[in-house]
C-alpha cells in the first residue's frame, strides 16, 4: 500500500494527516502555527511535526510516496514557493515545498488549499467519477478550484479559479479587489450576514437570538437556525442558494463540467443552499450543459484540508 | 510540406480553402448552402466542390493529411455527428465528418465555428506563442473557443465556450437563452445598435446617416463612423470595449489565460474597442492574472474562417 503525507497549513493552525492511496486517513493531528517564528524555523517545525506523526503511525516511510502542502495565499506550484502568506508574512519568498520536503527526504508538492480541497473531491469525494469538476469552498471568501480533463487548470501565472471574484452584477457592490459585483460580496461571510441584518433591521421576525455564535449572526449561526424552521434564517439561505446559482449558470455556459462541489462551513446547511442553486443554474444555463452538471455538497467535510492536501502529492506521483 | 483542407460551413455560404503546415492558404473558392437540398445531397455537393478545388490546386492529394469542418449549431466533435444546425435543419442528424471524410477519402473532423476560429489564432494567428488562450467572436452573437494548455476546453457535452451568455448583470437584460444580463445582449450586434438609437433618440449629435449599411445602423456603419472621428459612434464603441472587459475580467479572475484573441465583424474597429476593454479588465481584475493576460485583435481576418477550419484537423493530426 502507498501512503501520502498532507499538510495543511493555515495562519492559526496546521492540521497534518497520512493518508492512504484510497484517501483513508491513518492518522491525524493539529499543531499551533506560531507567528513569532521566523519562516526557516516554521519549515523546520512543521517538518518535526510531521516526522513525529510518521513514526507514531506505523506506516513506513518508505511507503510514503511523497508530500503535499495547501496553503493559503499567493504561492507558484512549479516552484514550491510562497509569495504572499497575508497573515504571515516572514514566509512570504519561503520555498515550502523544498524546505519540508528536504527535512522529510520525501518529494513535496505545494499548491493553494482550495486547489487542494478540489483535488481531494476529485480523488476521494464527491467528483470521483468524473473528469471536469470545479469545487467551491463557502466560507470567509468564497474559493474555487477547476479539474479539466482530469487536470488542476492552474493558468498562465497559477492563480485561476478565482469564482469569488466573477462579477455577477458590473454596477453591484464594490469589492476590495477592485471589481463591483463580485460573488464573494454577496455569499461570503459578510455578504451572508449583512443580507441577515438588513432583513432584521427592517423588523423580519427571527429566532436568530438563540442560536448566535459567541454572541454574533454567523452563518453557521443562521444555518443552525434554518435546520431548526427559522423562517427569515430559510429564506437568506434560499437567497445564498439562489446567488451560487447564478454564478454557477455561467459557469456552467462557459466551462460545461460535469460537477460543482460545494465546500465550506455554509455548504453544511446542504440542501437548503444548493437545491436553490440548482433551480437557478437550470432556470439560467442552457438546457444540454445545465442538464449534463450536477451540484453535490463535498463528500470530505472535516478532513477535507489533509485528504485535498494530500492529493497534491497524489496529482503529482499516483499515474 | 504537409497540407490541410479547410471547410468553413454555413447557413447561406460554404468557404473551402488548402492552408499548407504553416496556416498559409494555397488556394480558395466559395460555394452557395442550397438549403432547397437533401442533408446528403448537401454533404455530396461540399464534398464534390472539395475535390473539384483539390483537383485544381497543384496539391498532391496524399500530401493532404485531412479535413477540418466549421459548422454553426451544436454538434459532437467527438463522433463528426451534426444535432441542431439552426437555419439547415435537414442536417440534424447527419454525419458531416464521416460523409465528406468518406467522400474525399481523408479523415475529418467537425467542430463548431467558433472552436475553429480559436484553433486557427492559437496556430497561426494571433495566439501561436500562448497555450492559454480564449477566443472571442463578436457578431450578431458573441461566441467563444477555449484553449488551456494547447488543448481545446469542449467539456462534457462539448458545448464549453459560450462566453456570449455568461451573465454579467444578474437582474440585466432578460435574454432568449432563458438568462439575465448575458453579455451578447450588451455587444452582440442588437446591443450596440440598441444602445446607438437610445442616445441618439435623446437628440445626441452624431454624423451616423453618411454611414448607413443598407440603409441601416449596423455595428460596421458605426464603426465606419467612429474611424471617421463620429463622437456617438467612438462613445458607443468605448461602451462596448468596456463592457467586453467587464466579462474579461472575470474570465481572467477565473481562467488565469495568456491571451484574448478578439474576432469578429465589430472587432475590425481595433483599439477603439480593445483599448478600453484592456483598461475595464486592468481596473476589475486581480493584478496578477491581469498583468499576465493580453488583449489582441484576430489576426487571420477574413481567412479566419477557412484556415481556423483547417486547424481542427491540424489539432488533431500534427502531433
Known sequence: MNYYLGIDFGGTEIKIGIIDENGSIVTKDKYITDTSKSGAEIVAHIADCAQELIGKSGVDQKNIRGVGIGSPGLLNPETGQLKIVTNVPQLNGVNF???????????????????????????????????????????????????????????????????????????????????????????????????????????????INEYLDNGEITPKAIAMAAADGDKLSLEVLAETGKILGIALATLTNVLNPEIFVIGGGIANAGDLILEPARHELIKRAYTVPAQAVKVAPAALKNDAGIVGSASIAVAKLAK
Open 97 to 207: 515545498a523544498e524546505g519540508i520536503g528536504s527535512h522529510l527526504g520525501l518529494p513535496a508538492f505545494l499548491d493553494n488549499d482550495v486547489n487542494a480541497m478540489t483535488l481531494g473531491e476529485f480523488f476521494f469525494g464527491a467528483g470521483k467519477d468524473f473528469k471536469h469538476v470545479i469545487g467551491l469552498t463557502l466560507g470567509t471568501g468564497v474559493g474555487g478550484g477547476i479539474i479539466l480533463n482530469g487536470e488542476l487548470h492552474r493558468g498562465a501565472s497559477f492563480t485561476a479559479g478565482e469564482i469569488g471574484h466573477m462579477s455577477i452584477n458590473a454596477d453591484g457592490l464594490y469589492c476590495p479587489c477592485g471589481n463591483y459585483g463580485c460573488l464573494e460580496r454577496y455569499i461570503g461571510r459578510d455578504g451572508i450576514v449583512t443580507r441577515f441584518k438588513a432583513y432584521q433591521s427592517k423588523g423580519i421576525a427571527t429566532g
